[in-house]
């Protein structure tokens, strides 16, 4: 009884952060429905239209840079509230303000939201989760993050069919960024009943409060073993200064994550969710159908994510990873096929798209987050996995701000191509630097690196 109970507690605190998660999912995907009528309603360039896309990493950006030294000081539960609150704010901005500027700044507003939650979800999970469930516990953040992008796209899907063109240009895209607010709303009430991170607890002093949440997630007697363990690794650490991060052992962790982090992105990702309907479009699909292929998108998204929580701890982060890179790779070389020699009529594109978000969504889209959120040592965790989770962004902003520039330059097949190129270069990466680390505690990786010199 005492296990399930333990069991249903951790479950609960995994769910109601990973609404942080889907909150991300469902801010950064929310432009793929509504870019086009941007696009009509203030003539964008495509320039304009790439910056309007990507305006939100600005505060992503800004966001991932600051959540960690923030939440070393304030703690995870309350930078998390604060970015319920900036999710709800930018919300309601641009569902009150129609101009351009505004819808800017409130993106950038919202950014900041996303940029907090995207780096403190998986790393709060990671601090609260068991080591033997704790790669399925970070997953379950993505799974947040795809049920956003899916939910949003059903949303758009749903206001874009209220009314007629004219009416979704002046008014529709305005009421799917404010739909935001309900789910921001529900984040914000929901952190106010979960516990505090009890390493982050324990590193400031509160053992008691620290080993009760340990006691409740893992039952008396293993709470003990490893409040034990904690407070060793505290016992045993240095300042925690940046510098430590360049050390040797550490730095190779530090470059596992930043470079993980940067190819989760530069593989294409994001440019496929936002500009989905866009795609499809090119293909001579109209905006209705465009719109429900990339609902698709986002089904297939939400669907091999439970295949990645189911496998994760069982085959391990490297082995996934490393199936979805070679997946990866062949689809991306096949929809640019598909395109440099004008087979898109019909469903070939879609096909191939659908299977490489398949095989990212079992590989690079969770696993990322697990390993970023395992590798770094208590004291560093914060500050190590913002300058990952920054780096993560700064590649969301390259890819968002060059996509509709390469389409029109180079054409979508080379695009893709390129895409295709990183995948490949992400496979080597990972088979020749990552480790595997499923089964391990926190405090055991933090041993691994003090060996690995």
Request: glycine share 10%.
């Amino acid at each position: 009884m005492e296990n399930n109970l333990s069991k249903w507690f951790v479950y609960r605190i995994t769910l109601v952060a990973a609404i942080g998660g889907l909150l991300f999912g469902y801010d950064t995907a929310v432009i793929a429905g509504a870019i086009g009528f941007l696009q009509t309603k203030f003539q964008l360039s495509p320039v304009m239209m790439g910056w309007i896309a990507s305006c939100a990493l600005i505060g992503c950006i800004v966001g991932a840079m600051f959540a960690g030294s923030l939440s070393d000081w304030a703690g995870r539960k309350k930078i998390l509230i604060l970015s319920a609150i900036l999710f709800a704010v930018s919300s309601l901005g641009i569902t009150l303000f129609d101009s351009i500027n505004a819808f800017v700044f409130f993106r950038i507003i919202g950014g900041l939201g996303i940029g907090i939650a995207s780096m403190l979800a998986p790393m709060y999970i990671a601090e609260i989760a068991p080591a033997d469930i704790r790669g399925k516990l970070v997953s379950i953040n993505q799974l947040g993050i795809v049920t956003g992008i899916l939910l949003i796209y059903f949303v758009n899907a749903a206001i874009a069919g209220l009314y007629d063109e004219a009416w979704n240009i002046a008014v529709g895209w305005r009421w799917m960024f404010g739909s935001g607010l309900l789910p921001s709303g529900i984040f914000l009430v929901l952190l106010i009943f979960v516990p505090e991170s009890p390493r982050w607890l324990s590193e400031h002093g509160k053992t008691d409060e620290s080993l009760a949440i340990l006691t409740r997630i893992n039952g008396q007697q293993k709470a003990i073993i490893e409040q034990e363990s904690i407070d060793r690794s505290i016992l045993l650490e240095e300042s925690g200064a940046i510098t430590e991060l360049f050390k040797p052992g550490l730095r190779k962790a530090l470059v596992i994550g930043v470079v993980l982090a940067i190819f989760s992105q530069v593989t294409g990702i994001n440019a496929i969710m936002y500009y989905a309907p866009e795609i499809f479009k090119s293909t001579g699909d109209g905006s209705n159908s465009a719109l429900l292929q990339t609902i698709l998108v986002g089904l297939v998204n939400l669907v091999f994510t439970f295949v990645a929580i189911k496998y994760v701890d069982r085959s391990g982060r490297k082995s996934l990873l490393l199936a979805g890179a070679a997946g990866m790779s062949v689809c991306l070389a096949l929809t640019g096929a598909a395109f440099y020699f004008n087979m898109v009529q019909g469903w070939l594109v879609l096909i191939t798209i659908l299977a490489y978000i398949a095989f990212f969504a079992v590989s690079l889209g969770p696993l990322t987050f697990v390993i970023i959120a395992e590798i770094f040592p208590n004291r560093l965790r914060g500050i190590a996995m913002s300058i990952c989770i920054f780096f993560l962004w700064a590649a969301v902003y390259l890819v968002s701000q060059t996509f509709p520039v390469l389409l029109q330059s180079i054409g979508n097949a080379y695009t893709f191509w390129i895409f295709m190129l990183m995948s490949i270069i992400a496979f080597l990466f990972v088979w020749k630097v990552v480790p595997e680390t499923k089964g391990k505690s926190l405090e055991e990786i933090e041993q691994m690196w003090s060996t690995n010199k």
